[in-house]
Nanobody
Framework: QVQLVESGGGLVQPGGSLRLSCAAS????????MAWYRQAPGKQREWVAV???????NYADSVKVRFTISKDNAKNTWALQMNSLKPEDTAVYYC??????????????WGQGTQVTVSS
């Protein structure tokens, strides 16, 4: 079994910063992609950022320049540094990973979600 645990959400004023972290544990052979998604009230879940095992990154246009995704392969953790936050960034943020488990298959896993609220 694999588990993803997130931390770091909270309330922040517009223009502020937050850092989200996600830790993967369990029967992990390797992690192919590490990503962040978010879901605002009344909206569908949307992709925010991804970092691939080789280190390349990609971002949704709405967060490009403001958000940075990073990872620590040795610890099976990744983070999302969010700067210059806007009220429209308010959402539940989910970490996601495509993980190769002991059987050799790649499986998709999700964290439980952490609330980020940007408000004055």
């Amino acid at each position: 079994q694999v588990q993803l645990v997130e931390s770091g959400g909270g309330l922040v004023q517009p223009g502020g910063s937050l850092r989200l972290s996600c830790a993967a544990s369990g029967s992990i052979f390797s992690i192919h992609t590490m990503a962040w998604y978010r879901q605002a009230p009344g909206k569908q879940r949307e992709w925010v950022a991804v970092i691939i095992s080789g280190g390349s990154t990609n971002y949704a246009d709405s967060v490009k320049v403001r958000f940075t995704i990073s990872k620590d392969n040795a610890k099976n953790t990744w983070a999302l540094q969010m700067n210059s936050l806007k009220p429209e960034d308010t959402a539940v943020y989910y970490c996601n990973a495509k993980i190769r488990v002991a059987s050799g298959q790649y499986e998709d896993y999700w964290g439980q979600g952490t609330q980020v609220t940007v408000s004055s």
